[in-house]
């Protein structure tokens, strides 16, 4: 996986869900705009999204580091 930007102080400015697709707008604290595109979604949990709320960290797996704790929590 290629490195992602700094996200540490950064902003989400929107989700956008429609069928089995997320895209989450992100904003760096210098201002770069970015797009998460999650495609083949069959869940997505969100907890405490609230305007004005900044990023203290994003972390990126690839489909083989989830552990089962994960999975479940999203399923719950």
Same mark, same amino acid.
């Given at each position: ?21 997320? =895209? ?9 705009? #970015?797009?998460?595109?999650?495609? $083949?979604?069959?869940? +997505? =949990? ?9 990023? #203290?960290?994003?972390?990126?797996? $690839?489909?083989?580091? +989830? ?10």
């Amino acid at each position: 996986m290629d490195s992602a930007p700094d996200f540490h102080d950064g902003y989400v400015d929107g989700v956008l869900l429609s069928q089995h697709e997320a =895209r989450i707008l992100l904003r760096t604290v210098a201002g770069r705009q #970015f797009m998460l595109l999650l495609n $083949e979604l069959e869940r +997505l =949990r969100v907890n405490d999204l609230k305007e004005g709320n900044i990023i #203290f960290e994003i972390n990126f797996f $690839e489909p083989r580091q +989830l552990a089962p704790d994960f999975i479940f929590e999203v399923y719950e």
